[in-house]
């Protein structure tokens, strides 16, 4: 009786008791929670808001990176009209509109700005080379110690390659046909002083000039290097110090300025003295016979020595060491032949693929160059300079 009346007295287990009466709150909320765990039921969520569209010029900033870096640069910083355009076999293809500019960094630790209005190519043959078609840029290359194995930074213009083989700062501007510009990418620099009158009328180059290309070196010590005239000509390499300037067709060296704003101005008067330049031959065409004799004198030169390495081994084999010995130095010479018939051969291969760019036809005409001599001078250029 008594465990009757104590079993009346408890709860039922299950559903309440009798009556309907309800349980406790925090209790249904506890045998809610453990069934959730156990189905793996998720709670119901808010759906995910849809990620805003791009708009034009991301997308284009997007491309621009992308292709940059397919190509082995970086682009620092970028304004709207800065384009990266699709690789080529040549190379990559930077452009720049009226009031655009692009800031790039190389591998080597290069860091160029491309200013308005510039056309350039990053070519794919060589390391840490920029042919400027046409415009300006302003390119340092900062000194890193040590750094064995850096490649030298190199700006091609159709006139000469300016080459920075350890740490310097350059300004460089290419004129386009007819070109007659006030100013360097209209650029001004208020509140500076105007450059001296006499480093002006020094660097006015002839009103009939074809092309022009000015090279002003703000620090550093700069390599230019050109091709010398006729069939066999050797390579003429004369270096520019910091505060030194250079104008095609001029051949003088003159005292030019040290910072980029002073750049800016000495090239923009320079510009105002002078006439609109008369409209040159084609040179893309004029270019390509240079880089054929180039390319056929290297060629000349491996078979040379390829034949003085099989006679060498010959005369070991017969150990004939007086032989050996004449043959050595006969290798030691066709070496340094080798090694100046190459540079030539990147100097023409650089000349002639910027002078192509420039032409009324330069797409025909690249598709020819290309299919001619981009394998041939590749090979060339990767037997080491």
């Given at each position: 009786m008594a465990y009757g009346l104590l079993l009346a007295g408890c709860k039922p287990v299950a559903g309440g008791d009798a009556a309907g009466s309800p349980?406790?709150?925090?209790?249904?909320?506890?045998?809610?929670?453990?069934?959730?765990?156990?189905?793996?039921?998720?709670?119901?969520s808010?759906?995910?808001?849809?990620?805003?569209?791009?708009?034009?010029?991301?997308?284009?900033?997007?491309?621009?990176a992308a292709r940059a870096h397919a190509a082995g640069f970086r682009i620092a910083r970028s304004t709207p009209g800065a384009r990266v355009e699709s690789a080529l076999p040549l190379g990559t293809t930077i452009r720049t509109e009226p009031g655009s500019e692009l800031a790039i960094d190389l591998a080597n630790g290069a860091r160029i700005q491309v200013e308005p209005g510039t056309r350039?190519?990053?070519?794919?043959?060589?390391?840490?080379?920029?042919?400027?078609?046409?415009?300006?840029?302003?390119?340092?290359l900062l000194p890193q110690g040590a750094a064995a194995g850096r490649s030298a930074l190199r700006i091609v213009s159709h006139a000469f390659t300016?080459?920075?083989?350890?740490?310097g700062e350059l300004w460089i501007a290419a004129d386009e046909v007819g070109a007659h510009a006030g100013s360097a990418s209209g650029r001004t620099a208020p509140g500076r002083a105007e450059p001296d009158a006499a480093t002006v009328d020094a660097v006015k180059p002839p009103a009939r000039t074809g092309y022009a290309a000015f090279l002003s070196v703000l620090s550093g010590d700069v390599s230019v290097e050109r091709l010398a005239?006729?069939?066999?000509?050797?390579?003429?390499?004369?270096?520019?110090h910091g505060g030194q300037l250079l104008v095609h067709p001029m051949a003088?060296?003159?005292?030019?300025p040290r910072t980029l704003e002073a750049a800016w101005e000495v090239y923009g008067r320079t510009q105002k003295k002078r006439l609109p330049p008369l409209q040159p031959p084609a040179e893309g065409a004029s270019a390509e016979p240079t880089l054929d004799r180039a390319l056929d004198a290297l060629d000349a030169i491996e078979t040379g020595s390829s034949a003085l390495l099989v006679a060498q081994r010959e005369a070991k084999q017969r150990e004939d060491k007086p032989r050996v010995q004449a043959l050595q130095k006969e290798l030691v010479l066709s070496a340094q032949r080798k090694l100046a018939a190459r540079q030539r051969v990147r100097l023409a291969y650089e000349l002639a693929c910027v002078r192509l760019q420039r032409g009324a036809?330069?797409?025909?005409?690249?598709t020819a160059f290309e299919a001619r001599y981009a394998g041939r001078a590749a090979v060339a250029l990767a037997g080491g300079l």
């Open positions: 349980r406790d709150e925090a209790e249904l909320q506890a045998e809610q929670r453990v069934a959730r765990r156990a189905n793996a039921t998720p709670a119901p808010e759906p995910a808001a849809a990620a805003p569209a791009e708009t034009g010029l991301e997308a284009v900033a997007l491309e621009n350039a190519l990053m070519l794919a043959a060589e390391p840490a080379t920029l042919l400027l078609i046409s415009g300006s840029l302003h390119a340092q300016a080459a920075i083989p350890v740490a005239g006729g069939p066999d000509g050797g390579i003429g390499v004369y270096v520019l003088a060296v003159v005292a030019g036809d330069a797409e025909a005409a690249r």
